[in-house]
Nanobody, 118 residues
Framework: QLQAFGGGLVQAGGSLRLSCRAS????VGWFRQASEKEREFIAA????????GYTDSVKGRFTISRDNAGNTVYLQMNSLKPEDTAVYSC?????????????????WGQGTQVTVSS
């Protein structure tokens, strides 16, 4: 039900846009997991698109949005740093407001690798 794509290799300071395509309109969160680290919350957007949230380390650099139809959620990542290197996954839930907890998302897409070189 969820497809995440758009990862790749980019130099520090560069940009990437990740996309998460769902079969319907959901509240969507992006999470990432770096090697030998726990999965962490990155950003989320409510079902309506009216509410968004970010973890402190990406505020001002990443922007989450959704298209007009509402089925695709984007994560625009600018000013990328080597520490942003991780597998990024999107998750969805039917509840209207977002959560920063991965356990509160019922549906997960496959991850997409983002590698930022120094």
């Amino acid at each position: 039900q969820l497809q995440a794509f758009g990862g790749g290799l980019v130099q520090a300071g560069g940009s990437l846009r990740l996309s998460c395509r769902a079969s319907g309109r959901y509240t969507v969160g992006w999470f990432r997991q770096a090697s030998e680290k726990e999965r962490e919350f990155i950003a989320a957007i409510s079902k309506s698109g009216g509410s968004t949230g970010y973890t402190d380390s990406v505020k001002g650099r990443f922007t989450i949005s959704r298209d007009n139809a509402g089925n695709t959620v984007y994560l625009q990542m600018n000013s990328l740093k080597p520490e942003d290197t991780a597998v990024y996954s999107c998750a969805a839930r039917g509840i209207s407001w977002y959560s920063t907890k991965s356990s509160e998302y019922a549906h997960w897409g496959q991850g997409t690798q983002v590698t930022v070189s120094s």
